[in-house]
C-alpha cells in the first residue's frame, strides 16, 4: 500500500481544494479564477512570484485527461453528477480498508486517485475535451508503439515504454494525475525553477531568463524548459524532446498515443489565492496531432503531503523477469528452472 486513503481524508481534501473547485459557469473553465479583492502574491526574497510548496495532483486525480463521450462539449457536470462522482472517488478510496478487513491485496491498496473536479475533463480544447485525431503519421508511429499493455511476448527492452522501464513518463504525461504517488513540489532559486515529480523521482528544471537552448541534437523524455514571469503567471515552453514516451498513460482504458521530436508545450502557472495555482498547457505536435489541445486545471497546496520514495522495481529484475518467461529464445531456460517451454501468461493489473 501506498499511502492509506479513506472517505474522511477525501472529504477533507474537497474541503481544502473548496477555493478551486467554485467554478459555476462554463465559460470559467479552462481559465485562471480572478484572485481574492485585495490578494497580492507573495514574492520570494529575490522579487519573483513564490510559488514555491507541495501540490499533490490527487485533488483532482479522479477527473479524466479525456472527457468522457457521454458529456458532449459540456464542461462541467452538474450537481448529481458531481455527487456522484465524489461518491464513487470516495468509494474507491475505501477500498483499502475492504481489502484489509477481507485479507486480500488488490487495487484498493495501490491506488491513490484522490478527488474529482466538477469540470468532465483536464482537457479543455477542443470542444469535445479530447486528444485529437492522428495525422497518418501519427498513426503509424502509433502502430509501432510497445508496451507491457498492448503484447504478451518480450524479446528486449524496446518491448517496453519508458513507464514500463521505469525511466520517465515524459511530458504532458508527467504534469497529469496518475492512480498513485501523485506529488508535485515547486523550488525556486534566482533564475530557475524546478518541478520535483513524485512518480519516476523525476525532476524538471525550467531555465528563466534569455539563455541559449541547448543544441538541437540533446533531446531528453521532458525535453528543455525555459520560462519568464508574466505578472503573477510562469509562462514556460519546453521543446527538445526525444519523442520517446507515450503522450498520455498507456493502460487498460487508453489507446496509446505517440508523441515526435517535434512535440512543443507551452504552460501558464497562474498564482491565483493563497495557496493556489492554475495550470494550462497548450500541447503542440503536428507530426503526431491534427491540432492542438489544451488542459487548465487547479492546483492546491498541501504542505503536509509527504511524497514516497518511487523505487519502481528495485532491483531491475523485472524486465529481464518478463523477458525470459516470454520469449521462445528462453523456452531451455524455463524448463531448467521448474517451468515449462511454453511462455507464460502476462497478468496485467492497474497502470
Not at 34 to 60: F, H, I, K, N, V
Not at 173 to 202: D, K, T, W
Request: proline fraction near 11%.
Amino acid at each position: 500500500m501506498m499511502r492509506g486513503w479513506n472517505g474522511l481524508a477525501l472529504a477533507g481534501l474537497l474541503t481544502l481544494a473548496a477555493p478551486a473547485l467554485a467554478q459555476t459557469t462554463e465559460e470559467e473553465v479552462g481559465r485562471p479564477p480572478a484572485p481574492p479583492a485585495g490578494w497580492q502574491a507573495p514574492l520570494t526574497p529575490w522579487g519573483d512570484p513564490d510559488m514555491r510548496g507541495t501540490y499533490p495532483l490527487e485533488s483532482m486525480g479522479s477527473t479524466p485527461m479525456q472527457r468522457p463521450a457521454h458529456f458532449g462539449t459540456r464542461r462541467l457536470m452538474t450537481e448529481e453528477e458531481y455527487r456522484n462522482a465524489f461518491l464513487s472517488a470516495e468509494e474507491l478510496a475505501e477500498l483499502a480498508d475492504v481489502e484489509d478487513e477481507a485479507g486480500v491485496l488488490g487495487s484498493g491498496n495501490w491506488f491513490e486517485r484522490g478527488a474529482p473536479l466538477r469540470q468532465t475533463s483536464l482537457i479543455v480544447e477542443p470542444a469535445n475535451g479530447r486528444v485529437p485525431p492522428l495525422t497518418p503519421a501519427g498513426e503509424e508511429l502509433r502502430a509501432q508503439m510497445r508496451d507491457s499493455w498492448n503484447i504478451a511476448v518480450f524479446e528486449g527492452p524496446q518491448d517496453f515504454n519508458s513507464l514500463d522501464r521505469c525511466l520517465s513518463r515524459g511530458l504532458p504525461a508527467s504534469m497529469i494525475p496518475f492512480p498513485y504517488n501523485n506529488g508535485l513540489r515547486v523550488f525556486q532559486a534566482p533564475g530557475v525553477v524546478v518541478i520535483n515529480l513524485e512518480l519516476i523521482h523525476e525532476t524538471r528544471v525550467i531555465h528563466l531568463g534569455d539563455a541559449a537552448p541547448p543544441p538541437d541534437v540533446l533531446r531528453t523524455y521532458l525535453g528543455h524548459s525555459r520560462g519568464r514571469w508574466e505578472g503573477n503567471t510562469l509562462v514556460v515552453e519546453t521543446t527538445h524532446f526525444n519523442g520517446l514516451s507515450p503522450m498520455v498513460i498507456v493502460g487498460p482504458t487508453n489507446r496509446p498515443i505517440p508523441t515526435s521530436d517535434h512535440l512543443r508545450m507551452v504552460e501558464h502557472f497562474t498564482l491565483t489565492g493563497p495557496g493556489q495555482v492554475y495550470y494550462e498547457a497548450w500541447v503542440h505536435d503536428p507530426v503526431v496531432l491534427t491540432e492542438p489541445f489544451k488542459m487548465g486545471f487547479p492546483w492546491t497546496r498541501d504542505d503536509d503531503y509527504q511524497p514516497f520514495e518511487y523505487a519502481c522495481h528495485e532491483g531491475n529484475t523485472i524486465l529481464p523477469s518478463y523477458i525470459r518467461a516470454t520469449s521462445p529464445r528462453f523456452a531451455d531456460w524455463r524448463v531448467a528452472n521448474g517451468g515449462t517451454r511454453d511462455p507464460a501468461p502476462v497478468v496485467r493489473q492497474g497502470n
